[in-house]
């Protein structure tokens, strides 16, 4: 068994993945994830959601060592993704005794899901129910697309605490910790909390205002989410970055580069902005698009309020790196940020117009001039050129 207290009466009991390589089949995980259930062990016993099917064997062994002989009187299905239910068959057979609390969108998605493996008497719940457990208090808040239609929160009225569902939520195991104030959350988390926002919630940043507009209503005390850790101090520090992030403003004034070059002369090129811009005194971080995951690049756009993208030509067309990466901009609805473009063609340079095609789909995309057209490679004339660039994308 490897539980840890949240508080005096409730109990994670989740487990971390160190083995999964994608998460949704898509997302590389170099540091793993974690899966978050919590246990409330009151007059009632109350899961909070449930696990993926790989960490089972880990998830029951916790909540029998945690339940203690003890049974399970509900499960609150939160979210029905199945990194987070696909063991609530399993659950229900071994506890006949358990009352699914969920909403009715959730209803339908666990027939969907499961079929006539699970038969269940469901305890409806709706926006502002409450659950009485004994001690605790649960009310009820719908959270609709962010980032599943069928998703809601719980907050407990007695501990203070924000079950958050996938809100809040992040890459990264939690190896051995359980709160963000144990760790140096900056340094070791927060660009994976900032990847896992951009790919996994980014597109619904009106939703995820709506959540915020709510708990602004509620004395939280501790964060409780489905992945990543838990936050009980500085919630300031979190709600203020998914304040920038769901409303896509970015969180400091810096620069990132990211080229789709063939054999580096595109690459050279943007090498040379960035080396301008610290020069001038920009915080510049460099990707290799057809090196680096276009979602860890993501997630670096919404950090970061100017944008230099440098992409050859293939084909006649833009080289698909750079074409995958800002079509994964327009769909997680990326905006307001100054952009500046650079382009590379031996014979037929095509891929900024291609760029600035795609750059028309966001709202409040700021291209800069000039735009840099190469021809092969960079010429000793247009240095003049890329200095021009340089000033224009930093000017106030």
């Known amino acids: 068994m490897n539980t ?6 409730i109990v994670w009991v989740g487990a971390d993945d160190r083995r999964l390589a994608l998460f949704e089949n898509v997302y590389p995980l170099p540091n793993g994830v974690s899966y978050n259930s919590y246990l409330i062990l009151d007059t009632k016993t109350v899961l909070m959601d449930a696990a993926d099917a790989s960490v089972a064997d880990v998830f029951f062994e916790n909540i ?14 939160q979210h029905m ?6 063991t609530l068959a399993m ?11 969920c909403n009715a969108k959730t209803e339908t998605m666990i027939h969907q899901f499961f079929g006539s493996d699970v038969t269940i008497s469901p305890q409806i719940v709706k926006e502002g129910d409450v659950l009485q457990t004994g001690n605790h ?10 980032h599943w239609p069928e998703v809601m929160m719980t907050y407990d009225q007695t501990s203070k605490i924000l079950f958050s569902a996938d809100a809040f939520g ?56 489905l992945h990543g850790l838990v936050w009980r101090k500085d919630l300031g520090f979190l709600l203020d970055k998914y304040q920038h992030w769901s409303t896509y403003q970015p969180e400091e004034k810096a620069v990132v580069v990211a080229y789709a070059s063939m054999y580096g002369n595109t690459g050279h090129v943007a090498e040379k902005i ?13 990707y290799d698009l057809s090196k680096t995951g276009r979602d860890f690049v993501l997630g670096e756009v919404f950090r970061a309020s100017h944008v230099v993208l440098a992409a050859a030509t293939h084909d006649g067309g833009l080289f698909e790196p750079m074409e995958y990466l800002l079509r994964e901009m327009i769909a997680h609805g990326v905006q307001g940020r100054k952009v500046a473009l650079v382009e590379n063609g031996s014979w037929a340079p095509m891929a900024a117009k291609q760029m600035q095609t795609l750059l028309e789909s966001m709202k409040d995309m700021q291209v800069v001039q000039p ?23 930093i000017a106030e």
């Open 4 to 9: 840890k207290q949240v508080c005096k009466d």
């Open 170 to 225: 992040s890459f990264g195991t939690l190896d051995g910790a359980i709160f963000a104030d144990e760790v140096n959350f900056e340094e070791q988390y927060l660009d994976e909390a900032r990847r896992y926002y951009a790919n996994i919630v980014g597109k619904y940043g009106m939703p995820v205002q709506t959540v915020l507009k709510k708990a602004a209503g509620l004395d939280i005390q501790m964060i409780c989410p």
């Open 91 to 101: 659950l229900l057979k071994k506890h006949s005794e358990t009352v699914v609390v």
């Open 274 to 286: 960035a080396e301008k811009l610290d020069a001038k005194g920009w915080p510049v971080r460099v």
């Open 64 to 77: 029998e060592g945690a339940l203690n002989g003890r049974k399970l009187d509900y499960v609150v299905v």
């Open 371 to 393: 735009v840099i057209s190469v021809k092969s490679a960079l010429a000793p004339a247009q240095e003049a050129e890329v200095d021009s660039l340089v000033e224009n994308l």
């Open 81 to 86: 993704e199945p990194d987070h239910s696909a």
């Open 137 to 146: 208090a649960l009310q009820f808040m719908m959270a609709p697309m962010v």
